[in-house]
Every structure is written in C-alpha cells, then in structure tokens.
C-alpha cells in the first residue's frame, strides 16, 4: 500500500547546527503534508505544513520543503537547541482528502550540548 | 483552555479483561481519532470518526471497538481479543468543513500495559 517512510531512523547534530530530517513519500495523490514533533511520553505537537502547491514553507527557526517530482519532504530546523530532540514524524493526507493521514515511522533527534 | 484529554495517563489491566479508554475535546471538533504507538514506532490508525454516531475501522482495528455518542467524546475499549494490547495509546481531533485543515490535535496519551 502507500507509505510515508524516513531515511534516517536517528540523527545527531550539535546545539547550534542546523538540523535537516528528510521524508519521503509514495502517494502520489496526496496533496497535503505535516510535520509533527513527540518529546517521550507525551502526544505530538504540530510544527508545520505545507501544501502540493507550495515547495516551500518557514515558520519559526523551521522550514518545510516539498519536492513533489522526488516526492519527498523535509524539516529543516535552524540552530537546533537541546529542548529540539525529539521524535519527528512527517504525514500526508494520501487519497482521503484530509479525513485520515498516513504517518511515516519518525526520526529520532538528539541534540548534543 | 481548549484541548483534549485522556485519561488516565498510565493503566494496568490483567489479561482477558476488557479496558476502556477515555478521550474527550472542548474544541468542538467533528473528526477523532484513536492510533497506536509501540517502542520505536510511528502511529498506527485503529479507528476514526467524522461525524456523531458514525465511525470508521482504521488499519489496525480487529481486537478495538469504539463508540460516538457525543461530539465530544471517543472511547477506545481494547477487548480481549487484541493479542497484543501494551501499547501507547494516543487520541485526536480535527476540524471539518468548508475550509477544512488537515491538522490533527493529539492528547497527551494512554500508556496501557496488560500483564
């Protein structure tokens, strides 16, 4: 069926890098993406989205790509800070026209001090 | 404060028993969803609802059942018939309509472990 996948399953940056968490995804039907940040234990926390007919979006200290001809995504997020490690999950909306979202299986991001 | 709530945040139960878990909106929300989370993984769809009294299985829903009464309520009962039930359990909401977003909002979580 259709997923949405990451390629790396961990990343490690120093505090004060920038982070770059990628994303990729199959559906070619989809038409809306979404990051979501989940700190341990606890729900996701929305960070940004974009739509298929933007390729690019920036919100603060973060900014979402799309390259709907490679179909894939990615967070950059500027000057990572400790309080940024996380888990990060990319999601799309597939075929359903927002009624469900597919997620990808998350990338775990750990800021060195 | 508008939100969702789950509760509780960690549940115990003994195999072959029934356990019901709570998720409640106050941000008048048509949509809810119920997922799974195991170690390490992403989030698994059980169950979701549009719209009152109407739901819809997700990928994973044999062994769940749910219930929509209320706008602002969405039980989950894990059965005894779900082989694997000790999981992290997470509820959310979305708003529908003309204009619609596709953001989800998520409860903090149930963290369900069956011995």
């Known amino acids: 069926g259709e997923s949405v996948g990451l390629h790396l399953p961990t990343l490690s940056v120093q505090e004060g890098d920038n982070s770059i968490i990628n994303c990729a995804y199959s559906?070619?039907?989809?038409?809306?993406f979404i990051w979501y940040k989940q700190e341990s234990g606890k729900g996701p926390q929305f960070i940004i989205d974009?739509?298929?007919?933007?390729d690019k979006r920036q919100g603060q200290r973060v900014t979402v790509l799309l390259n709907k001809t490679v179909k894939h995504l990615s967070l950059q997020i500027a000057a990572t800070q400790p309080g940024d490690s996380a888990v990060y999950f990319c999601a799309e909306n597939g075929e359903t026209s927002g009624s469900r979202l597919t997620f990808g299986e998350g990338t775990q991001l750990t800021v060195n001090p | 404060d508008g939100g969702i709530t789950q509760s509780p945040k960690y549940l115990f139960r003994k195999e072959g028993q029934n356990v019901t878990l709570s998720c409640e909106q106050n941000?008048?929300?048509?949509?809810m969803y119920w997922y799974r989370q195991d170690p390490g993984q992403g989030l698994r769809l059980i169950y979701y609802s549009q719209i009152v009294n109407d739901f819809q299985k997700g990928d994973i829903a044999e062994g769940y059942s749910v219930s929509r009464e209320k706008k602002e309520s969405f039980p989950l009962t894990v059965t005894s018939a779900q082989k694997n039930p000790t999981a992290f359990y997470l509820c959310?909401?979305?708003?529908?309509?003309?204009?619609?977003?596709?953001?989800?909002?998520f409860g903090p979580g149930t963290r369900l472990t069956v011995t």
């Open positions: 559906n070619s039907a989809s038409d809306y």
């Open positions: 941000l008048n929300h048509d949509a």
């Open positions: 959310a909401s979305k708003a529908s309509g003309r204009g619609e977003s596709y953001e989800q909002y």
């Open positions: 974009i739509r298929s007919n933007m």
